[in-house]
């Protein structure tokens, strides 16, 4: 069988992994026939419209779409373009799974977050109120939840659990500040779980809580649902848990259409260097061919990324996988010293602690922080050396009192700066 599917390269790092993410496709035997459409910056340039017709047509007629990421220009601009295919063809949940491949700080995260994806402050009802002269004098920006809206993504939560062996649906919101969006969420939340009761267990966390107990234990986690911008935020911890963006695919589910894409952006800053991961969006590949019922595909794609990080030892220079005491065993990944990147030059060192910065730079701030120190040294014995010289009775021990003194008031100005130099000093 082919399948018919909508294939969007996108901006920045986005031509680069989908390159690798056709090979990869091509190579698990599953036939695709991909209409190439553009979206984002690059329509822009081309067609001059972030959002062609006929890229909306091809999504429409197909209902299946591999999206690279779209760059979104930040304060002004166009209107992000995700949120439009989003709202467009009624994407109502952003599913969002997160496993860990490469372990290192954290080493079994297992966690699904379901994010809502129409409403909330993403609702693009915004506006400039003008006080004075002064056009852009407050900015309003509105949240918004309906509770069908909020009953249908909670809902999804529950039956995702249910379908796919999960124990527990953690409910997150912000019900206690945001009294209406955030209790109308919890309300219709609780009243679903109910629904659930003896097959999926529930519990409710505030958001701030929840960012801090997915730090501190993540393994209570196993679907979170929760309004779209604590999603768009927390997904991206959750990347954070199991080492960075490179390797967490989502999903865009509607009830026609589906849009898979890698929770990360266009990566301006490292676009056509060719470091970029291609592991998200190679796994969001692999969550369309289950989309599409192909999970022995699906299966072998997300294997072969598995093997490759972690067996072969292959990567690029991004995920982050720190040695720690609790996963000593992983110092050595394929047998390979588990490099950590220096904290101020990033240069990769086998073996470093993770959080420190590498020998080379340590000399160097150590250097710097000897010279603030002498300097500061000096000027304090000049002053204990005029302090002494007025405060000092004339007499014959007066000269090796004021030395004792200044060469004191040297010795130990020196030790203190060049400790506290050590330990704020800025890069
Ligand atoms: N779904 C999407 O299309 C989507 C999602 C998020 C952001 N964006 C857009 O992307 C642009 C850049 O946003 P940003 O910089 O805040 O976020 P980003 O996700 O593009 O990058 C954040 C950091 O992660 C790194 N990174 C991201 N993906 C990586 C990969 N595959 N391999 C290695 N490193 C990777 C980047 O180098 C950068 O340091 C913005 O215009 C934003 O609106 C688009």
Redesign the pocket.
Known sequence: MTYHATLIP????GPE?TAATLKVLSATGVAFDWDEQLA?IAAVEKAGTPIPEGTLQSIRERKLAL????????GSGFR???VALRKEFELFANLRPAITILPGRYDNIDIVLVRENLEGLYSGVEHFIQIGSDPRAVAVSEAILTRQVAERIVRYAFDYALTHQRKKVTLVHKANILKMVGGLFLEVGRSVAREFEGKVACNDLIVDNAAMQLVLKPEQFDVIVTTNLFGDILS?LISGLVG???LTP?GNIGANVAIF??????????AGQG???????MLAAAMMLDHVKEHAAAGRVREGIRRTIVDDGIR???PAAPPTPRSSAMQSLGGLQAEVPCVRCHERIPGLPWGERCPACRAERSRRARKLARRISLVAALIAAAILGLRVPPGPDARMSIGIGVLGAFLLTRVIAQRLAMEFLPD
Do not use: F, Q
Not at 69 to 74: A, D, G, K, N, R
Not at 261 to 270: N, Y
């Open positions: 996108g901006d920045g790092i992994i984002g999206k690279g990421p779209l760059t979104t220009p930040v992000s373009v995700n991206d960075g963006l490179g989502g894409e890698a929770v990360h952006g266009s990566a301006p800053d490292i470091v970029a991961n291609p592991s998200a969006h690029t220079r991004d």
